[in-house]
């Protein structure tokens, strides 16, 4: 996944470049961290409310379809 999808926007003008949920300043870093550290989605969701369930489900989906074709 590179550049902006529906979930992801990349701009210079938002969070000086870094990925965040589209629509949103919340970075992805943001949640991978907090599923890194064993909070879970309801955890992100209630600290970023800007960021909607679909859109972290999505993503988490994208990338289990990227892992998996990666490997196969």
Same mark, same amino acid.
């Given at each position: 996944?590179? *550049?902006?999808?529906?979930?992801?926007?990349?701009?210079?003008?938002?969070?000086?470049?870094?990925?965040?949920?589209?629509?949103?300043?919340?970075?992805? +870093?943001? !949640? !991978?961290?907090? !599923?890194?550290? *064993?909070?879970?989605?309801?955890?992100?969701?209630? *600290?970023?409310?800007?960021?909607?369930?679909? +859109?972290?489900?999505?993503? !988490?989906?994208?990338?289990?379809?990227?892992?998996?074709?990666?490997?196969?």
């Amino acid at each position: 996944m590179s *550049g902006n999808t529906s979930i992801i926007s990349v701009s210079p003008e938002v969070m000086s470049g870094t990925p965040v949920f589209t629509g949103t300043r919340v970075p992805i +870093q943001t !949640l !991978l961290d907090y !599923l890194k550290a *064993g909070d879970s989605i309801d955890d992100f969701l209630d *600290g970023f409310p800007t960021v909607s369930r679909e +859109q972290v489900i999505t993503f !988490l989906e994208e990338v289990e379809k990227a892992m998996i074709s990666k490997v196969a």
